[in-house]
C-alpha cells in the first residue's frame, strides 16, 4: 500500500513524502496551548479547529484506530521573506493537492483520517458555532489542531521541516490502516 501511497503523492504534484513515523504521532498539550492562544484567530472560530475537533484524548483516540501513514508536503520559493502572495499561492496548491490526495486514498484505503496544514477554508465563513458544517465529509482539521507537533513528525519520519532561506513548506498527512484488526 504506502508504495502505491507514495506514487499517488508524486502524480499529486508534492515534492517530498516519507512514511510516517507513527510514534511520532503523539498529540501534545504544548501544541494545544499554541492553538489556545490564537496566533492564527481559528481558534473557536471552525468545526475543523480546536475546541469543536475535539479534546486531546479524542484526537490521540482517533489517531490510534490508524496503524500507518504518509507525510506529504509541498515546497515553493518565495522572493523574501516577506513575499506573502508566493506563501499564499504555496499553501493553496498544497491545499488543493491534498484535497484530491486525500479523496483518492479514501477509495483505496476505504477509511482514512487526512490531516491538513491550517485551517479548514472550503467556505468563504465557516458556519460555526450557529450552525452544522456545510462539509462534514470534506472538511479536514490540522495536523495542529489534532496536537501534532509537525516538525516533530517530520523530523522522525525522515523528512525536513525547513528546506532553507528563500523557501516555504507546507505538510500534510494522511493514516490508515494496514491491518483490519486496528481499531
Ligand atoms: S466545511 Fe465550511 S462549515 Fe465546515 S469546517 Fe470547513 S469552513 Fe467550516
Known amino acids: 500500500m504506502i508504495e502505491t501511497l507514495m506514487a499517488l503523492a508524486a502524480e499529486n504534484g508534492f515534492s517530498h513524502w516519507a512514511a510516517a513515523d507513527m510514534s511520532a504521532l503523539t498529540p501534545r498539550q504544548d501544541v494545544r496551548d499554541m492553538c489556545c492562544a490564537d496566533r492564527c484567530g481559528r481558534w473557536n472560530a471552525s468545526w475543523s479547529c480546536p475546541p469543536a475537533c475535539g479534546t486531546l484524548e479524542q484526537t490521540a483516540a482517533d489517531i490510534r484506530r490508524f496503524d500507518a501513514g504518509l507525510?506529504?508536503?509541498t515546497t515553493g520559493a518565495l522572493a523574501d521573506e516577506f513575499?506573502?502572495?508566493?506563501?499564499e499561492d504555496i499553501?493553496?496548491?498544497?491545499k488543493r493537492s491534498f484535497e484530491s490526495?486525500?479523496?483518492q486514498v479514501r477509495l483505496l484505503t476505504g477509511e482514512c483520517l487526512?490531516?491538513?496544514a491550517g485551517s479548514c477554508t472550503l467556505c468563504r465563513r465557516c458556519t460555526y458555532p450557529d450552525r452544522p458544517c456545510r462539509f462534514p465529509q470534506r472538511r479536514m482539521a490540522s495536523m495542529?489542531?489534532?496536537?501534532?507537533?509537525?516538525?516533530?513528525?517530520?523530523q522522525r519520519s525522515g523528512l525536513g521541516y525547513y528546506y532553507g532561506t528563500g523557501t516555504m513548506t507546507y505538510t500534510s498527512c494522511v493514516?490508515?490502516?494496514?491491518?483490519?484488526?486496528?481499531t
Not at 513575499?83 to 506563501?87: E, G, I, Q
Not at 499553501?91 to 498544497?94: A, D, S
Not at 495542529?144 to 513528525?153: I, N, P, Q, T, W
Not at 493514516?175 to 486496528?182: G, H, R
Open 83 to 87: 513575499d506573502y502572495a508566493a506563501m
Open 71 to 73: 507525510v506529504v508536503q
Open 91 to 94: 499553501q493553496r496548491r498544497h
Open 175 to 182: 493514516l490508515y490502516k494496514t491491518k483490519n484488526e486496528v
Open 114 to 116: 487526512p490531516l491538513s
Open 101 to 103: 490526495f486525500a479523496r
Open 144 to 154: 495542529e489542531a489534532y496536537g501534532l507537533l509537525v516538525s516533530d513528525v517530520c
